[in-house]
Protein backbone atom coordinates (compact mmCIF):
# COMPACT_ATOMS: atom_id res chain seq x y z
CA UNK A 1 0.00 0.00 0.00
CA UNK A 2 1.53 3.19 -0.92
CA UNK A 3 1.29 6.27 1.89
CA UNK A 4 0.86 9.51 0.78
CA UNK A 5 3.37 12.61 1.62
CA UNK A 6 4.09 12.74 5.88
CA UNK A 7 3.42 15.33 8.00
CA UNK A 8 6.76 16.99 7.73
CA UNK A 9 6.42 16.93 3.95
CA UNK A 10 3.83 18.77 3.67
CA UNK A 11 4.92 21.18 6.24
CA UNK A 12 7.90 21.59 4.47
CA UNK A 13 5.93 22.40 1.08
CA UNK A 14 3.70 24.68 2.87
CA UNK A 15 6.36 26.84 4.71
CA UNK A 16 8.41 27.14 1.22
CA UNK A 17 5.45 28.68 -0.31
CA UNK A 18 4.78 30.47 2.74
CA UNK A 19 8.01 31.93 4.24
CA UNK A 20 6.25 34.02 6.95
CA UNK A 21 3.08 32.53 8.61
CA UNK A 22 0.44 35.09 8.50
CA UNK A 23 -0.63 36.78 11.83
CA UNK A 24 -2.93 35.49 13.69
CA UNK A 25 -6.62 37.93 13.37
CA UNK A 26 -6.66 39.50 16.90
CA UNK A 27 -10.47 39.98 17.32
CA UNK A 28 -11.53 43.24 17.81
CA UNK A 29 -12.47 44.84 21.43
CA UNK A 30 -15.92 45.57 21.33
CA UNK A 31 -16.23 47.19 24.62
CA UNK A 32 -13.33 49.25 24.43
CA UNK A 33 -15.04 50.44 20.36
CA UNK A 34 -18.17 50.80 22.58
CA UNK A 35 -16.30 52.73 24.92
CA UNK A 36 -14.87 54.89 22.81
CA UNK A 37 -17.99 55.71 20.56
CA UNK A 38 -20.02 56.11 23.92
CA UNK A 39 -17.37 59.26 24.97
CA UNK A 40 -17.32 60.87 21.51
CA UNK A 41 -21.21 61.69 21.95
CA UNK A 42 -21.39 62.55 25.75
CA UNK A 43 -18.01 64.54 27.21
CA UNK A 44 -15.72 62.68 29.58
CA UNK A 45 -15.14 65.77 32.25
CA UNK A 46 -12.27 64.33 34.46
CA UNK A 47 -12.26 66.38 38.07
CA UNK A 48 -8.49 66.69 38.72
CA UNK A 49 -5.09 66.84 36.60
CA UNK A 50 -1.96 68.71 37.81
CA UNK A 51 -0.41 69.51 34.86
CA UNK A 52 0.24 73.32 35.53
CA UNK A 53 2.19 72.52 38.37
CA UNK A 54 4.42 69.88 36.89
CA UNK A 55 4.41 72.80 34.08
CA UNK A 56 6.02 74.68 37.17
CA UNK A 57 8.86 72.49 38.53
CA UNK A 58 9.55 71.24 35.16
CA UNK A 59 13.38 69.90 35.01
CA UNK A 60 14.45 71.43 31.78
CA UNK A 61 12.36 74.75 31.64
CA UNK A 62 10.71 75.57 35.04
CA UNK A 63 7.38 77.86 34.54
CA UNK A 64 7.95 78.22 31.07
CA UNK A 65 4.47 77.42 29.33
CA UNK A 66 5.93 77.24 25.58
CA UNK A 67 8.88 75.01 26.92
CA UNK A 68 6.46 72.34 27.55
CA UNK A 69 5.31 71.93 24.45
CA UNK A 70 1.63 69.68 24.42
CA UNK A 71 1.92 68.96 20.98
CA UNK A 72 4.64 66.63 21.73
CA UNK A 73 4.85 63.92 24.27
CA UNK A 74 4.95 65.25 27.70
CA UNK A 75 7.41 63.41 30.09
CA UNK A 76 4.49 62.66 32.50
CA UNK A 77 0.66 61.65 31.55
CA UNK A 78 -1.07 64.49 29.37
CA UNK A 79 -0.25 66.40 26.58
CA UNK A 80 -2.65 66.67 23.56
CA UNK A 81 -2.58 63.53 21.45
CA UNK A 82 -3.04 61.64 24.80
CA UNK A 83 -6.23 63.63 25.51
CA UNK A 84 -7.49 63.43 22.32
CA UNK A 85 -7.05 59.32 22.26
CA UNK A 86 -8.42 59.21 25.74
CA UNK A 87 -11.58 61.15 24.75
CA UNK A 88 -11.21 63.86 27.54
CA UNK A 89 -14.17 66.07 26.76
CA UNK A 90 -13.68 68.42 29.45
CA UNK A 91 -10.78 68.62 32.46
CA UNK A 92 -10.79 70.51 35.53
CA UNK A 93 -6.81 71.94 35.43
CA UNK A 94 -5.91 72.08 39.44
CA UNK A 95 -4.51 75.42 40.29
CA UNK A 96 -2.13 73.58 43.17
CA UNK A 97 0.21 75.26 45.45
CA UNK A 98 1.56 73.51 48.55
CA UNK A 99 0.23 74.29 52.29
CA UNK A 100 3.94 74.00 53.40
CA UNK A 101 5.44 77.25 51.58
CA UNK A 102 6.40 79.91 53.57
CA UNK A 103 8.36 82.57 51.82
CA UNK A 104 6.17 85.18 50.78
CA UNK A 105 2.96 84.11 51.60
CA UNK A 106 0.08 81.72 49.61
CA UNK A 107 -1.43 84.43 47.17
CA UNK A 108 1.91 85.47 45.16
CA UNK A 109 2.24 81.52 44.00
CA UNK A 110 -1.23 81.23 43.61
CA UNK A 111 -1.31 83.86 41.23
CA UNK A 112 1.67 82.47 39.30
CA UNK A 113 -0.45 79.09 39.26
CA UNK A 114 -3.79 80.58 37.63
CA UNK A 115 -0.94 82.71 34.95
CA UNK A 116 0.44 79.11 33.94
CA UNK A 117 -2.39 77.72 33.77
CA UNK A 118 -4.05 80.63 31.92
CA UNK A 119 -1.37 81.29 29.40
CA UNK A 120 -1.52 77.01 28.64
CA UNK A 121 -5.14 76.95 27.96
CA UNK A 122 -4.41 80.33 25.13
CA UNK A 123 -1.44 78.52 23.64
CA UNK A 124 -3.62 76.22 21.89
CA UNK A 125 -6.56 78.03 20.77
CA UNK A 126 -7.58 75.14 18.44
CA UNK A 127 -7.40 72.28 21.06
CA UNK A 128 -8.14 73.67 24.59
CA UNK A 129 -11.00 76.62 25.87
CA UNK A 130 -11.51 77.70 29.09
CA UNK A 131 -14.93 77.06 30.62
CA UNK A 132 -16.34 78.84 33.08
CA UNK A 133 -19.96 77.12 32.81
CA UNK A 134 -21.34 73.91 32.25
CA UNK A 135 -23.26 75.80 29.04
CA UNK A 136 -19.08 76.54 28.27
CA UNK A 137 -18.28 72.65 28.89
CA UNK A 138 -21.25 71.54 26.30
CA UNK A 139 -20.84 74.84 23.69
CA UNK A 140 -17.02 73.60 23.48
CA UNK A 141 -17.10 69.63 23.28
CA UNK A 142 -19.79 69.82 20.15
CA UNK A 143 -17.21 72.36 18.73
CA UNK A 144 -14.57 69.49 19.25
CA UNK A 145 -11.92 71.67 21.82
CA UNK A 146 -11.00 70.10 25.37
CA UNK A 147 -12.90 73.05 27.97
CA UNK A 148 -10.76 74.01 30.48
CA UNK A 149 -11.77 74.61 34.00
CA UNK A 150 -9.89 75.56 36.66
CA UNK A 151 -10.22 74.27 40.42
CA UNK A 152 -7.78 75.75 43.21
CA UNK A 153 -6.54 73.15 45.34
CA UNK A 154 -6.36 74.18 48.93
CA UNK A 155 -7.98 76.75 50.71
CA UNK A 156 -4.64 78.10 52.68
CA UNK A 157 -4.56 80.09 49.46
CA UNK A 158 -7.08 82.32 50.57
CA UNK A 159 -5.08 83.30 53.46
CA UNK A 160 -8.97 84.05 55.63
CA UNK A 161 -9.77 86.26 53.22
CA UNK A 162 -13.22 86.29 51.62
CA UNK A 163 -12.20 89.07 49.01
CA UNK A 164 -9.28 86.87 47.99
CA UNK A 165 -11.83 84.01 47.72
CA UNK A 166 -14.15 86.35 45.40
CA UNK A 167 -10.69 87.57 43.52
CA UNK A 168 -9.83 83.88 42.55
CA UNK A 169 -13.44 83.24 41.43
CA UNK A 170 -12.96 85.97 39.31
CA UNK A 171 -10.28 84.65 37.58
CA UNK A 172 -11.92 81.29 36.89
CA UNK A 173 -11.51 79.00 39.99
CA UNK A 174 -15.03 76.99 39.77
CA UNK A 175 -13.96 74.54 42.64
CA UNK A 176 -12.11 75.17 45.45
CA UNK A 177 -10.62 72.09 47.68
CA UNK A 178 -10.96 73.12 51.21
CA UNK A 179 -7.42 72.06 52.49
CA UNK A 180 -4.90 69.92 50.81
CA UNK A 181 -2.21 68.68 53.77
CA UNK A 182 -1.91 71.11 56.01
CA UNK A 183 -4.89 71.85 58.68
CA UNK A 184 -5.75 75.64 58.29
CA UNK A 185 -7.28 78.09 60.72
CA UNK A 186 -10.59 77.10 59.80
CA UNK A 187 -10.47 73.44 58.84
CA UNK A 188 -8.72 70.20 59.55
CA UNK A 189 -7.01 68.20 56.58
CA UNK A 190 -7.22 64.54 56.45
CA UNK A 191 -3.48 64.24 57.16
CA UNK A 192 -3.05 66.44 59.78
CA UNK A 193 -3.93 67.53 63.23
CA UNK A 194 -7.69 67.41 63.90
CA UNK A 195 -7.29 70.60 65.81
CA UNK A 196 -10.58 71.81 65.17
CA UNK A 197 -12.94 68.68 64.76
CA UNK A 198 -14.32 69.75 61.63
CA UNK A 199 -15.00 73.56 60.73
CA UNK A 200 -14.59 76.23 62.62
CA UNK A 201 -17.62 78.68 61.94
CA UNK A 202 -15.30 80.80 59.60
CA UNK A 203 -15.04 78.02 57.68
CA UNK A 204 -18.44 77.72 57.56
CA UNK A 205 -18.43 81.03 56.31
CA UNK A 206 -16.36 79.85 53.43
CA UNK A 207 -18.65 77.64 52.40
CA UNK A 208 -21.68 80.04 52.72
CA UNK A 209 -19.79 81.98 50.34
CA UNK A 210 -18.66 79.84 47.92
CA UNK A 211 -22.17 79.01 47.37
CA UNK A 212 -23.20 82.19 46.54
CA UNK A 213 -20.62 82.97 44.05
CA UNK A 214 -21.12 79.51 42.27
CA UNK A 215 -17.60 77.55 43.30
CA UNK A 216 -18.13 73.93 44.28
CA UNK A 217 -17.06 72.89 47.08
CA UNK A 218 -14.20 70.33 47.33
CA UNK A 219 -13.69 67.80 49.71
CA UNK A 220 -11.13 65.85 48.49
CA UNK A 221 -8.30 66.25 51.47
CA UNK A 222 -10.49 67.32 54.25
CA UNK A 223 -11.09 64.98 57.27
CA UNK A 224 -14.43 63.36 57.96
CA UNK A 225 -15.38 65.92 60.86
CA UNK A 226 -15.04 68.78 57.53
CA UNK A 227 -17.34 66.44 55.27
CA UNK A 228 -19.95 66.32 57.74
CA UNK A 229 -19.81 70.01 58.64
CA UNK A 230 -19.97 70.84 54.90
CA UNK A 231 -22.57 68.54 54.20
CA UNK A 232 -24.77 69.98 57.21
CA UNK A 233 -24.62 74.03 55.99
CA UNK A 234 -23.95 73.14 52.18
CA UNK A 235 -26.82 74.74 50.05
CA UNK A 236 -25.40 73.42 47.01
CA UNK A 237 -23.79 69.94 46.11
CA UNK A 238 -20.77 69.41 46.92
CA UNK A 239 -17.63 67.15 44.68
CA UNK A 240 -15.07 64.64 45.95
CA UNK A 241 -12.32 66.06 43.20
CA UNK A 242 -10.50 63.35 43.74
CA UNK A 243 -10.65 60.55 46.66
CA UNK A 244 -11.99 56.47 46.47
CA UNK A 245 -13.32 54.48 48.52
CA UNK A 246 -12.79 54.09 52.03
CA UNK A 247 -14.41 50.94 52.79
CA UNK A 248 -12.10 49.32 50.32
CA UNK A 249 -8.74 51.09 51.34
CA UNK A 250 -8.65 52.05 54.32
CA UNK A 251 -6.43 55.86 53.70
CA UNK A 252 -7.59 58.66 55.17
CA UNK A 253 -7.76 60.08 51.80
CA UNK A 254 -10.70 57.91 51.01
CA UNK A 255 -14.36 58.80 51.98
CA UNK A 256 -15.98 57.28 54.58
CA UNK A 257 -19.44 54.88 53.87
CA UNK A 258 -21.09 57.60 55.93
CA UNK A 259 -20.49 60.29 54.10
CA UNK A 260 -21.23 58.56 50.57
CA UNK A 261 -24.81 58.11 51.49
CA UNK A 262 -25.86 61.47 52.49
CA UNK A 263 -24.50 62.63 48.76
CA UNK A 264 -27.90 61.94 47.26
CA UNK A 265 -29.80 64.62 49.92
CA UNK A 266 -27.12 67.05 48.80
CA UNK A 267 -27.05 66.25 45.05
CA UNK A 268 -23.40 66.53 45.23
CA UNK A 269 -20.98 63.22 43.72
CA UNK A 270 -17.30 61.62 44.61
CA UNK A 271 -14.85 61.87 41.39
CA UNK A 272 -13.07 58.02 41.57
CA UNK A 273 -9.16 58.75 41.46
CA UNK A 274 -6.88 56.58 40.02
CA UNK A 275 -4.25 57.35 42.60
CA UNK A 276 -2.75 54.04 43.37
CA UNK A 277 -2.21 54.15 47.31
CA UNK A 278 -6.21 55.10 47.57
CA UNK A 279 -7.59 52.54 45.11
CA UNK A 280 -4.95 49.12 46.38
CA UNK A 281 -4.35 48.04 49.70
CA UNK A 282 -1.31 46.68 48.91
CA UNK A 283 0.16 49.88 47.37
CA UNK A 284 -0.95 51.45 50.34
CA UNK A 285 0.50 48.99 53.10
CA UNK A 286 3.71 49.45 50.88
CA UNK A 287 3.33 53.17 51.23
CA UNK A 288 2.65 53.36 54.99
CA UNK A 289 5.84 50.84 55.13
CA UNK A 290 8.26 53.03 52.98
CA UNK A 291 6.88 56.69 54.71
CA UNK A 292 8.74 55.28 57.87
CA UNK A 293 11.21 54.00 56.74
CA UNK A 294 12.06 57.84 54.40
CA UNK A 295 11.77 59.23 57.84
CA UNK A 296 13.91 57.32 59.80
CA UNK A 297 16.59 57.74 56.69
CA UNK A 298 15.80 61.61 57.78
CA UNK A 299 16.45 60.97 61.28
CA UNK A 300 19.87 59.19 60.85
CA UNK A 301 21.45 60.53 57.83
CA UNK A 302 22.47 64.33 57.88
CA UNK A 303 24.25 64.50 54.30
CA UNK A 304 21.14 64.71 51.42
CA UNK A 305 23.09 62.72 49.12
CA UNK A 306 23.93 59.73 51.52
CA UNK A 307 20.17 60.16 52.47
CA UNK A 308 19.05 59.55 48.38
CA UNK A 309 21.40 57.00 47.93
CA UNK A 310 19.97 54.96 50.66
CA UNK A 311 16.73 55.40 49.84
CA UNK A 312 17.01 54.43 46.31
CA UNK A 313 19.11 51.00 48.02
CA UNK A 314 16.48 50.47 49.90
CA UNK A 315 13.47 50.71 47.15
CA UNK A 316 15.49 48.47 45.08
CA UNK A 317 15.58 45.45 47.77
CA UNK A 318 11.81 46.34 48.83
CA UNK A 319 10.21 47.18 44.91
CA UNK A 320 6.23 48.46 46.13
CA UNK A 321 3.07 46.34 43.93
CA UNK A 322 1.29 47.95 41.16
CA UNK A 323 -2.91 49.30 41.61
CA UNK A 324 -4.95 47.87 38.66
CA UNK A 325 -7.61 49.06 35.95
CA UNK A 326 -10.22 46.39 37.99
CA UNK A 327 -9.50 47.83 41.49
CA UNK A 328 -10.32 51.54 40.19
CA UNK A 329 -13.33 50.27 38.85
CA UNK A 330 -14.06 48.60 42.20
CA UNK A 331 -14.06 52.03 43.79
CA UNK A 332 -16.31 53.36 40.87
CA UNK A 333 -18.89 50.49 42.10
CA UNK A 334 -18.48 50.84 45.55
CA UNK A 335 -19.05 54.38 44.90
CA UNK A 336 -22.54 53.39 42.75
CA UNK A 337 -23.93 51.02 45.31
CA UNK A 338 -23.81 52.95 48.38
CA UNK A 339 -24.29 56.74 47.07
CA UNK A 340 -26.16 56.02 43.10
CA UNK A 341 -25.40 55.91 39.86
CA UNK A 342 -26.43 60.03 39.88
CA UNK A 343 -23.15 60.86 42.38
CA UNK A 344 -20.28 59.04 40.79
CA UNK A 345 -17.45 60.30 38.81
CA UNK A 346 -14.45 60.53 37.61
CA UNK A 347 -10.90 62.31 38.92
CA UNK A 348 -7.61 60.97 37.75
CA UNK A 349 -4.88 63.00 39.28
CA UNK A 350 -2.87 62.42 36.71
CA UNK A 351 0.18 64.49 36.20
CA UNK A 352 -0.20 64.72 40.23
CA UNK A 353 1.42 61.00 41.19
CA UNK A 354 4.12 59.41 39.80
CA UNK A 355 2.35 56.25 38.14
CA UNK A 356 -0.96 55.43 37.19
CA UNK A 357 -2.49 51.92 37.67
CA UNK A 358 -1.27 48.98 35.67
CA UNK A 359 -3.94 50.10 32.12
CA UNK A 360 -4.63 53.30 33.48
CA UNK A 361 -0.88 54.92 32.94
CA UNK A 362 -1.79 58.15 31.48
CA UNK A 363 -4.54 60.17 29.94
CA UNK A 364 -5.02 58.39 26.65
CA UNK A 365 -6.31 55.29 28.73
CA UNK A 366 -9.86 56.70 29.90
CA UNK A 367 -11.37 54.22 27.71
CA UNK A 368 -10.20 51.58 28.78
CA UNK A 369 -11.60 52.11 32.38
CA UNK A 370 -15.17 52.45 30.57
CA UNK A 371 -14.94 48.98 28.30
CA UNK A 372 -14.04 47.22 31.82
CA UNK A 373 -17.69 48.94 33.40
CA UNK A 374 -19.50 47.29 30.06
CA UNK A 375 -17.88 44.19 30.49
CA UNK A 376 -19.53 44.31 34.43
CA UNK A 377 -22.98 45.41 32.92
CA UNK A 378 -22.86 48.90 33.20
CA UNK A 379 -25.73 50.89 30.54
CA UNK A 380 -25.09 53.70 28.56
CA UNK A 381 -27.28 55.57 30.61
CA UNK A 382 -25.66 55.21 33.51
CA UNK A 383 -21.98 55.72 31.74
CA UNK A 384 -22.73 58.84 30.18
CA UNK A 385 -23.21 59.71 34.06
CA UNK A 386 -20.52 58.59 35.15
CA UNK A 387 -18.42 60.46 32.40
CA UNK A 388 -19.30 63.84 32.82
CA UNK A 389 -23.34 64.29 33.47
CA UNK A 390 -23.06 64.15 36.57
CA UNK A 391 -20.64 67.08 37.02
CA UNK A 392 -22.74 69.04 34.60
CA UNK A 393 -25.70 68.64 36.33
CA UNK A 394 -23.94 69.60 39.95
CA UNK A 395 -22.69 72.64 37.95
CA UNK A 396 -25.62 73.42 37.23
CA UNK A 397 -27.43 73.03 40.53
CA UNK A 398 -24.30 75.58 41.78
CA UNK A 399 -24.63 78.10 39.15
CA UNK A 400 -28.57 77.95 39.87
CA UNK A 401 -28.29 78.15 43.70
CA UNK A 402 -25.53 81.12 43.23
CA UNK A 403 -28.12 82.88 40.90
CA UNK A 404 -30.63 82.45 43.96
CA UNK A 405 -28.34 83.39 46.78
CA UNK A 406 -27.29 86.45 44.89
CA UNK A 407 -30.73 88.02 44.66
CA UNK A 408 -31.34 88.41 48.69
CA UNK A 409 -27.02 88.29 50.19
CA UNK A 410 -24.19 90.63 49.55
CA UNK A 411 -20.91 89.27 49.61
CA UNK A 412 -20.03 88.52 52.77
CA UNK A 413 -17.22 90.65 55.06
CA UNK A 414 -17.38 88.57 57.62
CA UNK A 415 -13.50 88.10 59.03
CA UNK A 416 -11.87 84.78 61.04
CA UNK A 417 -11.20 87.40 63.97
CA UNK A 418 -14.56 87.87 64.50
CA UNK A 419 -16.25 84.38 64.06
CA UNK A 420 -13.62 82.71 66.21
CA UNK A 421 -12.38 85.08 67.89
CA UNK A 422 -8.41 85.25 66.98
CA UNK A 423 -6.39 88.02 66.87
CA UNK A 424 -5.26 89.80 63.56
CA UNK A 425 -1.81 88.60 62.32
CA UNK A 426 1.16 91.04 62.55
CA UNK A 427 2.10 93.10 59.41
CA UNK A 428 5.14 92.12 58.33
Known sequence: MKLGPSTATLAAAFLAFNPSPMPAQTSPDRALEHARKLLRSSPL????????????VSKTAPRDVAAYDLRQRSPKHTDLARLEEGEVG?????????????????????????????????SYPDRLALALTADDIER??????????????????????????????????????????????????ALDSARHGGLTEFGREVVREMNRLGMLVDLSHVSPGVMSDVLDVAEAPVIFSHSAAR??????????????????????????????????????????????????????????????RQWETWKTAHPGPVATLAQVADHVEHARAIAGVDHVGIGSDFDGIEAGPVGLEDTSKFPQLFAELIRRGWTDGDLKKLAGGNLLRVLRQAEATAARLQRTRPPSTRTIEELDGQQPRPAT
Open 140 to 189: DFKRGRLASLLGMEGGHAIENSLGALRSYYALGARYMTLTHNVTLDWADA
Open 247 to 308: ALVEHPRNVPDSILARLPRNGGLVMVTFVPAFVSRDVAAWEAVADSERQQLKAAVTDTAEEE
Open 45 to 56: IDGHNDLPWEIR
Open 90 to 122: AQFWSIYIPGEIKDSGYARVQLEQFDIARRMIA
